[in-house]
């Protein structure tokens, strides 16, 4: 049985991996899929990697800043797909991200997926079936 | 994009993986992300009939 340090560093950047570390290759499939699907889609549709500065929160309420900064940790969830992104892509201010709100929205999605894909794994493995 | 094309693949990126969660045989699996997939286009269309009425 794998450590769960590993098959949660693991799972997080090769969406899926925690899977793949698991000998489950169907699910390892299925989550890459969706994960890279969802994170190359939310670009291709100028969706935006980036985290908010202080300048990009400043004047919202309390909440509205905190969701935003929520959405960037929720991309960065997506592992592997969001490091490239952000060491390839053009380095933009993080209110362009707020204007393509459907990328944006699919990058978040695709780190939330990749969170299910290792929350599910763990799962498995605490059930001993990992 | 229209919402409608946007709800739909957001509906299916979630039914991949709802169908890839568990143990489960293949015949499970589709049916688990067919199931997902179908509450995912109900509720958005639900909430969407909803707003309707609240906001006219």
Redesign the interface.
């Known amino acids: 049985m794998k450590k769960a340090w590993v098959l949660i560093a693991f799972g997080w950047l090769a969406p899926?991996g925690a899977?793949l570390l698991m000998r489950r290759y169907?699910?390892f499939a299925?989550?890459a899929?969706?994960v890279w699907?969802?994170f190359g889609?939310g670009f291709a549709?100028h969706g935006l990697p980036a985290w908010p500065g202080v300048e990009d929160v400043a004047g919202l309420d309390g909440v509205t800043g905190l969701l935003f900064q929520a959405g960037a940790v929720g991309q960065a969830l997506a592992g592997a797909p969001y490091l490239l992104a952000r060491a390839f892509g053009t380095p933009e201010p993080f209110v362009a991200g707020r204007l393509h709100e459907?990328g944006t929205?699919?990058l978040i999605?695709a780190g939330v997926?990749n969170t299910?894909?290792i929350a599910?794994a763990f799962d498995?493995r605490k059930e001993g079936?990992g | 994009?229209s919402h409608p094309v946007?709800t739909l693949?957001?509906a299916t990126?979630?039914a991949?993986?709802m169908?890839?969660?568990?143990?489960r045989t293949g015949r499970e699996?589709l049916r688990a992300g067919v199931r997902a997939f179908a509450w995912s286009v109900a509720a958005v269309v639900g909430g969407g009939w909803a707003m309707w009425l609240i906001h006219g």
Do not use: H, K, P
């Open positions: 899926g899977y169907t699910q299925l989550f899929a969706a699907v969802a889609l549709l459907y929205t699919l999605l997926l299910l894909a599910s498995l079936r | 994009m946007f693949i957001g990126l979630v991949v993986s169908a890839a969660v568990e143990d699996r």
